[in-house]
């Protein structure tokens, strides 16, 4: 157990419809990372918070967007949903932003479009 | 662009032998290099890391990985594989931004399957 939860576990939701996906840190971490993984393009990176800021952005669509909140959980929007969306989705949080500071995922978010 | 090449997508050892998956980099300064082991239903796990030092650095579960700069290569091994082991390992660079800890740029990660 990495000390990071995600919730829900799995959902299932159809086409054109929206779903925030949750994520809660390791107790101490202030940074958070959300990723992607899905069978054509692999784990990809998609937004990074620390401490509330956004600190970074990679390969993440218009549609979704995410916050972190003051108790430091994360949340990941993703609206207008495609089948293409269908993934799993993890989180994962470190201390900070020290370089080589490792980064433990949450069991992950598995998102099927219909 | 730093970007990380695992050229074996699945490769299948009999239990007890030696094991050594490949893992390749491009990134332009001192990489930060991490392997991490997703078994089936599971988050992924950190097996070890390399930031500096010494080139074979030692992980969990009897892991170890060697650093070879000439050759751009984190190549992951393992003198005795037991069935456990069997799961998808994915090698990822740090990247970083104005000094300070980024995401983890992953490969296509190695599928690992282990005969009886």
């Known amino acids: 157990d990495s000390g990071v939860t995600q919730t829900p576990k799995h959902l299932i939701t159809a086409t054109g419809q929206r779903v925030t996906l949750r994520c809660s840190p390791r107790?101490?971490?202030?940074?958070v990372y959300w990723y992607q993984q899905s069978l054509d393009q692999g784990l990809q990176f998609l937004i990074q918070?620390?401490?509330?800021?956004?600190?970074a952005k990679g390969n993440i669509l218009e549609r979704f967007s995410a916050q972190q909140f003051p108790d430091l959980h994360s949340e990941l929007n993703l609206s207008s949903l495609e089948l293409g969306d269908s993934a799993l989705y993890f989180c994962?949080?470190?201390?900070?932003?020290?370089?080589?500071?490792?980064?433990?995922f949450g069991p992950g978010t598995r998102l099927t479009v219909l | 662009a730093q970007s990380v090449t695992q050229p074996d997508i699945h490769i299948t050892v009999s239990e007890g032998a030696s094991l050594e998956l490949r893992c390749n980099y491009s990134?332009?300064?001192?990489?930060?290099l991490f392997w991490y082991v997703q078994s089936p239903g599971q988050g992924l796990q950190l097996l070890l890391k390399?930031?500096?030092?010494?080139?074979l650095v030692q992980g969990i579960k009897g892991f170890e990985a060697e650093f070879k700069r000439s050759q751009s290569s984190f190549n992951l091994r393992k003198p005795s594989v037991h069935w456990s082991d069997a799961a998808e390992y994915f090698c990822?660079?740090?990247?970083?931004?104005?000094?300070?800890?980024?995401?983890?740029?992953f490969g296509k990660g190695t599928k690992l399957s282990v005969k009886p």
């Open positions: 994962a949080s470190s201390v900070g932003v020290v370089r080589g500071g490792e980064q433990f």
């Open positions: 107790s101490g971490d202030l940074s």
């Open positions: 918070y620390y401490n509330g800021e956004e600190r």
């Open positions: 990134y332009g300064a001192t990489p930060y």
């Open positions: 390399y930031f500096s030092g010494d080139t």
């Open positions: 990822a660079v740090g990247a970083s931004y104005g000094g300070s800890q980024g995401n983890l740029i």
